[in-house]
């Protein structure tokens, strides 16, 4: 149950229509969850700067349950960060990922918590 927050200081303009279907096919290609069990929101116009430049950038954390270690997460940050070049022109360098683990107590949807939904 993958859930993504982008931040980037690109204007609304800057993004297709569909970006966030798009990133979500990709992201569901690059670690493997289904695109029916992964959430988007993208922020824009963000007052977001890195390494002390107003150059495009963006900060995306993405939280899963058991999805990410050591060697996972070199692959996956240098799909994304192509994804994001390839899509908005933001460099890989201006493109901070935060990998975050959670337990399956710590994400709900439909009423109550993954722990009960996966026991079912």
Known sequence: MPIVT?????PEN????DFNVQFTRALSEIIGKPVDRISVQLTTNARL???GT????CTIVI?????FDRDRNVKY?????KF?????GILPEKCLIHFMNVDLD????NGTTMRILMNQ
Do not use: Y
């Open 49 to 51: 700067t890195h390494a």
């Open 6 to 10: 982008i931040a980037t200081n690109l």
């Open 14 to 17: 800057h993004f297709m229509e």
């Open 77 to 81: 940050s240098s799909s994304i960060a």
């Open 106 to 109: 710590d994400i709900s949807v």
């Open 63 to 67: 939280k899963a349950i058991k999805a």
């Open 84 to 88: 994001m070049q390839d899509t908005v």
């Open 54 to 57: 107003n150059q495009p950038t």
